[in-house]
């Protein structure tokens, strides 16, 4: 029986209208949150956003034609504007900017296109039966099969053909279908293989390999800076019986896009493209650190639901970033990740495995442009 594939189901009803919020997730019933307050701003306040996109579009010039030049000349400024939140009319652009997908799209052109029309996938049923489960809520997957749905599928399969390696992990759904809210589906496909591939920063594919040898690793260097930047809420950890495999994993193989309120999601996402995955180790921290009082009283049940369900209060960005850029993690996370390599006597991603890796994806699109 020949496999099916999305473009053989019929689109299901259209949902009936919600209320949505600013971004286009349908409101949850009698519900207040940060996105609320936004309602109420002054004229003022809508005018300095005004300012701060004129700005932004000042420092990028014309489609991203001056970035290069302003981020070598003023980096502290790209960072310290990029820390307080990119705005979000501009956030699809600058994200493949600080990404280098950019440069990625233009050196392959066609290549998305072959990938997603003419090759074939082993994973194609898995992301069939996973998609619907990647922002339910959110105005551009809600429909079964509807074009957002389709535009998930397309990207995912494409990249399960590009780097068949890794395949398809359904943690991936959730970072394609963020970028996909904020970019075509070629651009956010080529984020993803800047991501994973590491144009910029190091390499994400070890979260999704077999066996998630970089989430282990992560976890790893998590537990041991717990235990050093909050050794008394560490230390109830080990009592307890708690280790991060319990509640971090998703925040390293989603970069907080699965359960995180999405205003929050979305500047921790701005911070990680441009900085790396250092980011998610401080809001975790951070995070910890917050809630630190209220965790350390808890027992083994009541912690476990407390670390997955964490209070409003603690998500609000415009506290709990500049807690997180206080920590500083940089020459620890080295030393640990050093400290995992000898205890598992081999690199997490070894050179040899990352030139085969390079050498077959550089096979495939040089064969796709001849």
Known sequence: MAKKRIDDYEPGPVPPPAPLDRFGFVKPELSYSH???????????????ERRVRKWRKMIGVGGSDWTYYVKRKPHVVKRRIR?????????????????????????PGVYEQLVIYETSASELDIIRDISRTF?????????????QRSLYNVLKAYSVFDREVGYVQGMGFLAGLLLLYM?????????????????????????????????????????????????????????????SMYASQWFITVFSYSFPFHLALRIWDVFLYEGVKIVFKVGLALLKYCHDDLIKLPFEKLIYALRNFPEDAMNPDTLLPMAYSIKVSKSLEELKQDYEKKNQKPV???????KQKQSQERFLLSKRS
């Open 35 to 49: 996105d609320d307050s936004m309602k109420g701003r002054s004229a003022y306040e809508y005018e300095r956003e």
């Open 84 to 108: 307080k939140g990119i705005p979000d009319c501009l956030r699809g652009l600058i994200w493949q900017l600080i990404s280098g997908s950019r440069d990625l799209l233009l050196m392959n």
């Open 136 to 148: 339910p809520s959110h105005v551009f997957f809600r429909q079964r099969h509807g074009p957002g």
């Open 184 to 244: 075509s589906e070629e651009d956010a496909f080529w984020l993803l293989v800047a991501l994973l591939k590491g144009a910029v920063h190091a390499p994400m594919e070890g979260l999704y390999l077999v066996g998630l040898p970089l989430v282990q690793q992560y976890l790893f260097q998590f537990d041991n800076l717990v235990r050093e930047y909050l050794p008394k809420l560490g230390e109830h950890f080990t009592q307890e019986m708690i280790n991060p």
């Open 349 to 355: 991603q070894s050179t040899e495995f990352n030139e």
